[in-house]
C-alpha cells in the first residue's frame, strides 16, 4: 500500500507541475499585455506558495486551482477575423451552396516571385458537385519526417482541381513557432486554392519535399468529403477559431469536421502526421499500383515535375504523369 501511495502521489506531483507550466506558459503567450511579467510573477507567487504552505495535499491543491483559474480565464479569449493579417491569409474563403451549384468566394490564387515576394489574386469559382471526380492527398515536409502538413485536392470532371489546406492565420509580422501553437496565438484558417498556388509555393518556392497519392475514395464519397469542407469553411468564415498545434490542427480537423458516428478511427499517424502516407497505405485508402509502400513513396514525389511545370498552365496535369491510379 505504502508504494502504491507513493506511485499516486508522485503522479500526482508530475500532473501538477505540468498543469502549472501550461499554466505558465498560457499567461507567457497569450495575456493581451505584459505577458511575459505577468507569467513571470505568477510563477515566483506560486513557487512562494508551494514552499511556504505547509502539507503535501495542500500545496498540490494550490498548484490544480492555480491551473484552474488560469485555464477558465484563458477559455475566455475568442479569435477574431478583424485584424491586420498577412496578405496570403488575408480573407477567408466561403461558399454559396444551392444544390448542385457551388460558388466559392476567395479562392487564393498567387503569383510568386519567391516565396515571401508575391501578388494574391482572390477568385470566385462556380463549380457543381456532380463533376467531383475524385480527390487527392498532397503531403509536405520541410524537416523531420516525423511531421508533415496534408493538402486535400478535389478533382473536376469539367475544370482544374481545387485544393483545401487547413493553416495557422497569422498577423502581419508574426511568425509561426511550434510552441506558440500550443496556446492561444494563430486563427485557423482553411485555404482554397489553386493547385499552381498551394502546391507550387512548396515545390518549387519552399523546395518542400511534396508526395501526392490518388485516393481510393469514390465520387460519392469524395463529393461527401467535399461538402464537408464547404460546412467548415461558411462556419470559420462567421466564427473564427483558434488553431491549436494538438486539438486543431491541419491533420485533426480534417477528422474532426465530419460527423462523429462516421469518423475514422483514432491512429496515433493522424497526430504525427509525418506517417500519415503510410497509414492510408495500409488502410488501402490510397492507389498503390502494387507497389511497396516505400517504391510508392518514391514515385510519388512530384517535386522535379513541378520545377518543371512551373508556369504551365497544364500544371496539375504534369505532376500527376506517372503517378498510380489504381491498386
Request: hydrophobic fraction near 45%; charged fraction near 20%; glycine fraction near 4%.
Amino acid at each position: 500500500m505504502k508504494l502504491l501511495r507513493f506511485i499516486l502521489f508522485a503522479l500526482a506531483w508530475v500532473a501538477a507541475v505540468l498543469c502549472a507550466a501550461w499554466a505558465f506558459g498560457a499567461l507567457y503567450f497569450d495575456f493581451p499585455k505584459a505577458g511575459p511579467l505577468i507569467a513571470i510573477v505568477f510563477l515566483i507567487v506560486l513557487v512562494a506558495s508551494v514552499i511556504l504552505v505547509r502539507g503535501k495535499l495542500l500545496k498540490l491543491a494550490i498548484l490544480f486551482v492555480a491551473f484552474a483559474v488560469v485555464d477558465v480565464w484563458w477559455f475566455t479569449l475568442k479569435p477574431r477575423n478583424d485584424r491586420e493579417w498577412q496578405p496570403d491569409v488575408a480573407r477567408t474563403a466561403w461558399a454559396d451552396v444551392n444544390g448542385d451549384k457551388m460558388t466559392i468566394h476567395n479562392v487564393r490564387n498567387c503569383d510568386y516571385r519567391t516565396e515571401t515576394d508575391f501578388t494574391c489574386q482572390w477568385e470566385t469559382r462556380t463549380m457543381r458537385l456532380s463533376q467531383i471526380t475524385g480527390m487527392d492527398a498532397a503531403i509536405n515536409y520541410w524537416g523531420s519526417p516525423w511531421i508533415a502538413h496534408p493538402i486535400v485536392s478535389f478533382q473536376f470532371s469539367d475544370g482544374l482541381p481545387l485544393c483545401f489546406s487547413i493553416e495557422t492565420r497569422k498577423t502581419l509580422g508574426q511568425q509561426y513557432s511550434t510552441l506558440e501553437g500550443f496556446y492561444r496565438q494563430y486563427a485557423l484558417i482553411y485555404v482554397v486554392a489553386d493547385e499552381r498556388d498551394c502546391i507550387r509555393l512548396r515545390t518549387n518556392y519552399r523546395r518542400e519535399d511534396v508526395y501526392l497519392y490518388h485516393t481510393l475514395a469514390s465520387p460519392a464519397q469524395a463529393r461527401e468529403r467535399f461538402l464537408e469542407y464547404m460546412k467548415t469553411l461558411n462556419a470559420l468564415h462567421e466564427n473564427p477559431r483558434w488553431y491549436n498545434a494538438v486539438t486543431s490542427n491541419c491533420t485533426t480537423s480534417i477528422r474532426t469536421q465530419r460527423a462523429v458516428k462516421i469518423r475514422a478511427p483514432w491512429d496515433w499517424r493522424i497526430l504525427l502526421n509525418g506517417k500519415m502516407d503510410e497509414m492510408l497505405y495500409q488502410d488501402h485508402a490510397i492507389a498503390t499500383g502494387g507497389f511497396s509502400f516505400a517504391e510508392l513513396k518514391r514515385r510519388s514525389l512530384i517535386n522535379k515535375r513541378a520545377q518543371a511545370a512551373d508556369q504551365n498552365p497544364d500544371f496539375s496535369r504534369v505532376i500527376r504523369d506517372g503517378l498510380p491510379r489504381s491498386d
